[in-house]
């Protein structure tokens, strides 16, 4: 079977008539550069979003209403004794309406220890401030997304009006009699505070930047009561369910042994799969469509090689019938036309997949010098300038990243190289049917 390799290799590079090559070599290579790219973008914007709302707000496991047995330090060094635990921060929330000097805004106030920032380094990694620090030290500072305090009018050491109002009595807390009706919310059960500005972040997401504030733990707990929620990061997100099932355990032995705990409160575990199910499910379908869209690139290709191997199969005739007649079976000579479409695959996904990987890990650098072009035709035909691909006024983005990931990038490569194989395979289903005295006759 050596020669069949030889053979395949003089197809390739010397084809008589049928179009060459080159052409099912660089439509394959388009086809596995566009889909790496547009995949590899998708996935920085999908991320970002993903882990901004994991690293932010949701954590990957939450522990509500805690058992009263446990101090909050005793809780957070059983559970960070776990495996797979990568940090525990305890918080409270705080649905309130925040008033600046010349606007207000409706926003979540969460509240969190002085020391949440060293110990949940994902959160300060998602975390850019661009006025001020994570400072939580003193019971009236207050942090502030900037789209919030661009709403409020507010700079670091500007005051802030807080108002919030009781859970027990709004939003159907336990003690409402009501369903938690707003209107019959009394005057005593609303608080108003002020605090101080001490840093304005931006988190890259916009519903954050705009809705979202910090302030110490403990002045939370004055305004909304001493019941916390524990949030848990793990080192592997995608064990979350086998790690909420061991922290169940864990806080029905420990409610269990409590005869004095409150009977109202039900400690709950969930994780993140619970949250925003709706907004990641949009997102997987989003990137499912957007594969099989530009996989349709492969199928078209796939048709090309497919028309140009039936014609060398036609136009190969009289070689087929010599190397049938001197021994080669049908399955040696299909496997010369196979072996032709393979080396199409090989390159032409090998050389797409490495231009992919280039453009994706620059793709900023990319899409800087095709504005710069774009900018320099239009200030040549005096169009003014400012063109950007993902113009701020349209787009929330500070920077444009793409992610690259393994599995994918080995899923379209073999896309790439099964299209051509798939292609050469049906295509010499012919050289079977090819009968070397009939085709030897008349030469």
């Known amino acids: 079977m050596g020669w069949v390799g030889f053979v395949a290799g003089r197809l390739v590079t010397k084809k008589r ?12 290579a388009v086809g596995v550069l566009a889909l790496t790219v547009i995949i590899s973008v998708m996935n920085g914007f999908q991320l970002g979003f993903i882990e901004s709302i994991l690293e932010i707000s949701s954590y990957y496991v939450r522990l509500e209403s805690p058992p009263p047995i446990y101090k909050t330090g005793e809780l957070i060094e059983k559970i960070k004794a776990l495996p797979n635990v990568n940090s525990a921060v305890p918080f409270r929330e705080v649905q309130a309406l925040l008033r600046g000097d010349w606007g207000q805004q ?53 005051m802030v009006q807080l108002i919030s109002v009781n859970s027990a009595g709004f939003a159907g807390g336990a003690g409402s009699a009501d369903g938690g009706n707003l209107s019959s919310v009394s005057d005593e059960e609303a608080s108003e505070s002020f605090f101080i500005v001490r840093g304005i972040f931006r988190s890259g997401f916009y519903e954050y930047d705009l809705g979202w504030g910090f302030i110490n733990f403990d002045r939370a707990g004055e305004l909304e009561g001493e019941t916390y929620t524990l949030g848990i990061k793990l ?78 199969v036609l136009e190969r005739r009289e070689e087929i019938g010599l190397l049938r007649a001197v021994g080669a079976g049908d399955r040696a000579v ?16 090998g050389s797409g997949t490495i231009l992919g990987l280039l453009i994706s890990f620059n793709i900023a650098a990319v899409f800087s010098v095709l504005e710069n072009a774009v900018n320099a035709i239009l200030y040549l035909f005096q169009r003014g300038g400012g063109f950007a691909v993902f113009s701020p006024a349209v787009f929330y983005i500070k920077e444009l990243q793409a992610r690259v990931i393994p599995h994918e990038v080995l899923l379209i490569f073999l896309f790439g190289l099964f299209s051509a194989l798939g292609a050469a395979w049906f295509a010499s289903g012919k050289v079977s049917r090819i009968r070397p005295a009939e085709v030897l006759r008349y030469e």
């Open 17 to 28: 008539g049928a179009p060459p090559p080159v052409l099912s070599i660089l439509g394959i």
């Open 106 to 158: 409706a926003a979540l106030v969460r509240g969190l220890y002085p020391n949440a920032w060293e110990e949940d380094p994902g959160m300060a990694e998602k975390l850019l401030f661009e006025e001020g620090s994570f400072d939580l030290k003193d019971s009236d500072s207050i942090l502030l997304g900037a789209e919030l305090a661009g709403r409020l009018h507010v700079e670091v050491d500007d």
């Open 235 to 312: 080192n592997d997100r995608f064990q979350d369910k086998k790690f909420a099932a061991i922290l169940t355990k864990l806080v029905s032995e420990a409610d269990s042994d409590n005869s004095t705990a409150d009977l109202q409160v039900h400690p709950k575990v969930r994780t993140w799969r619970d949250f925003n199910r709706a907004f990641f499910g949009a997102l997987r379908t989003e990137k499912l469509f957007m594969f099989v869209l530009v996989g349709l690139i492969f199928i078209v290709v796939g048709l090309n090689i497919y028309q140009a191997q039936r014609r060398i």
């Open 334 to 349: 299909r496997l010369v036309f196979v072996w032709d479409g393979f080396i199409i695959g090989i390159i032409g996904a």
